[in-house]
């Protein structure tokens, strides 16, 4: 690999780690001055690798690079002083003796510090995700602008009140209390789980998958297993859902980045480890006597790892989402609810349970009605695929939409239910 190469990488997997433990060391008042730092000393690597050549341990040189950027900026600032000195001992009178712990176990501590810091309940869930992409994943201005469908004046401006918020209510990057955790946990969680949901369905014009963004939802989550304090069950179960939905994603879209739907997916190309993973996850969720909405998410999920169309499967899936919309409403998953209860109960019996949800700006809504009425009433299908098609968000599911519109047959049968 050559430094052209190499550095972006290291860039995207050691700037969040090195920010992360120098933000600890600063205080949460001198962030940007850690993003400084860490962004500087790739800036050294750009500069230097190309002549002198890549180091035998290209990692360990980024470390001692940032650790003598951190003490000369420590010696030339007044942080050293008024914050860093009184925390270490007394004869430790200069920056220079100073030890900058970058330890695999100090850099994981202070990563999921600094998640429970930027999650804390002050800060609005996108300002939240907002901080996450750029400290804790490494993600530029603009990378999060383009997740957001925004503008970069927009993102500065939320990621900057975020920060002062912080500050202004004065929060330490650190565990929170026993009494706590468990509260601040479900907000830490909630985030990954909505940055795992804007990669896995995007609203972007371009593509509807951001591969990058489930991967950094996961890291985030592999943090919290990591710890004996945040490894519970929400936590196994968020990670078994990410892993199940993950197994799928090269398979749900082509060469030309068009959406394959679930039944014409190629099985051969999910992937099998990712899909052991999950089944781990889910099983260790399971030793806790409760279930979350994240477990009955993730138990829906494994699930549609199984491509057989059996009776069996969707009577399951279907309990399952009774037992979900009982625990925590919403309307997406009574869509989905419908689908399979048409698979388990039959057609007839879904339509009028759809219908009742009158979701008549959702397009995911109209594509199931088309899909319903298939064979029961082929004159409604066209005018449901044409309703969705105006309500579609981005230009790959505009292409999927219209494909089925151009392919309707319709056929001859009586404007009212046949059967199924």
Same mark, same amino acid.
């Given at each position: 690999?050559? @430094?052209?190469?190499?550095?972006?990488h290291l860039f995207r997997t050691e700037?969040?780690?090195?920010?992360?433990?120098?933000?600890?060391?600063?205080?949460?008042?001198?962030?940007?001055?850690? +993003?400084?730092?860490?962004?500087?000393?790739?800036?050294?690597?750009?500069?230097?690798?190309?002549?002198?050549?890549?180091?035998?341990?290209?990692?360990?040189?980024?470390?001692?690079?940032?650790?003598?950027?951190?003490?000369?900026?420590?010696? &030339?600032?007044?942080?050293?002083?008024?914050?860093?000195?009184?925390?270490?001992?007394?004869?430790?009178?200069?920056?220079?003796?100073? +030890?900058?712990?970058?330890?695999?176990?100090?850099?994981? =501590?202070?990563?999921?510090?600094?998640?429970?810091?930027?999650? &804390?309940?002050?800060?609005?869930? @996108?300002?939240?995700?907002?901080?996450?992409?750029?400290?804790?994943?490494?993600?530029?201005?603009?990378?999060?602008? =383009?997740?957001?469908?925004? #503008?970069?004046?927009?993102?500065?401006?939320?990621?900057?009140?975020?920060?002062?918020?912080?500050? #202004?209510?004065?929060?330490?990057?650190?565990?929170?209390?026993?009494?706590?955790?468990?509260?601040?946990?479900?907000?830490?969680?909630?985030?990954?789980?909505? /940055?795992?949901?804007?990669?896995?369905?995007?609203?972007?014009?371009?593509?509807?998958?951001?591969?990058?963004?489930?991967? +950094?939802?996961?890291?985030?989550?592999?943090?919290?297993? $990591?710890?004996?304090?945040?490894?519970?069950?929400?936590?196994?179960?968020?990670?078994? /859902?990410?892993?199940?939905?993950?197994?799928?994603?090269?398979?749900?879209?082509?060469?030309?980045? +068009?959406?394959?739907?679930?039944?014409? $997916?190629?099985?051969?190309?999910?992937?099998?480890?990712?899909?052991?993973?999950?089944?781990? &996850?889910?099983?260790?969720?399971?030793?806790?006597?409760?279930?979350?909405?994240?477990?009955?998410?993730?138990?829906?999920?494994?699930? &549609?790892?199984?491509?057989?169309?059996?009776?069996e499967k969707w009577e399951n899936i279907?309990?399952?989402?009774?037992?979900?919309?009982?625990?925590?409403?919403?309307?997406?998953?009574? /869509?989905?609810?419908?689908?399979?209860?048409?698979?388990?109960?039959?057609?007839?019996?879904?339509?009028? @349970?759809?219908?009742?949800?009158?979701?008549? $700006?959702?397009?995911?809504?109209?594509?199931?009605?088309?899909?319903?009425?298939?064979?029961?009433? !082929?004159?409604?299908?066209?005018? !449901?695929?044409?309703?969705?098609?105006?309500?579609?968000?981005?230009?790959? @599911?505009?292409?999927?939409?219209?494909?089925?519109?151009?392919?309707?047959?319709? $056929?001859?049968?009586?404007?009212?239910?046949?059967?199924?």
């Amino acid at each position: 690999m050559t @430094e052209t190469q190499l550095i972006p990488h290291l860039f995207r997997t050691e700037y969040s780690r090195i920010t992360a433990v120098l933000s600890k060391l600063f205080g949460l008042d001198n962030v940007e001055a850690a +993003e400084d730092l860490a962004s500087e000393t790739f800036l050294v690597a750009v500069e230097t690798w190309p002549y002198k050549g890549i180091p035998k341990n290209p990692t360990a040189w980024l470390y001692t690079v940032a650790k003598n950027k951190a003490k000369n900026y420590l010696k &030339h600032h007044q942080i050293f002083s008024d914050k860093i000195a009184v925390q270490v001992k007394s004869e430790i009178s200069s920056a220079d003796k100073m +030890e900058i712990d970058l330890s695999e176990k100090n850099i994981t =501590d202070s990563q999921l510090q600094m998640l429970f810091a930027i999650c &804390h309940p002050s800060v609005s869930v @996108e300002s939240q995700i907002s901080l996450a992409l750029r400290i804790l994943c490494g993600f530029g201005i603009d990378e999060i602008a =383009d997740a957001f469908l925004t #503008n970069k004046v927009t993102i500065s401006k939320r990621i900057f009140r975020a920060k002062e918020k912080l500050r #202004n209510q004065k929060v330490e990057i650190a565990f929170p209390g026993n009494d706590e955790i468990e509260n601040r946990l479900e907000t830490v969680l909630r985030t990954i789980y909505l /940055l795992y949901s804007e990669g896995y369905y995007s609203e972007r014009e371009d593509t509807v998958i951001r591969k990058e963004l489930c991967l +950094e939802a996961m890291k985030l989550n592999y943090l919290l297993l $990591q710890n004996e304090q945040t490894n519970n069950h929400s936590t196994n179960a968020l990670m078994a /859902l990410m892993c199940f939905h993950t197994s799928r994603i090269d398979a749900r879209q082509n060469e030309n980045g +068009e959406l394959i739907l679930y039944e014409n $997916q190629e099985e051969s190309l999910w992937n099998k480890e990712l899909i052991e993973k999950g089944n781990y &996850h889910l099983q260790k969720a399971a030793e806790w006597k409760v279930a979350s909405k994240y477990f009955l998410e993730a138990s829906i999920a494994y699930w &549609h790892t199984i491509k057989e169309d059996s009776k069996e499967k969707w009577e399951n899936i279907l309990r399952l989402y009774n037992y979900l919309l009982q625990l925590e409403y919403s309307p997406i998953a009574a /869509l989905n609810r419908t689908f399979a209860l048409s698979k388990a109960c039959g057609k007839r019996e879904a339509i009028m @349970e759809a219908e009742k949800l009158k979701l008549d $700006q959702n397009h995911f809504y109209f594509l199931l009605l088309a899909e319903l009425y298939k064979d029961v009433d !082929n004159t409604k299908i066209k005018p !449901n695929l044409e309703k969705a098609l105006t309500l579609a968000k981005t230009q790959a @599911e505009r292409k999927v939409i219209q494909a089925k519109i151009d392919s309707v047959t319709f $056929q001859q049968t009586p404007n009212n239910f046949t059967g199924n």
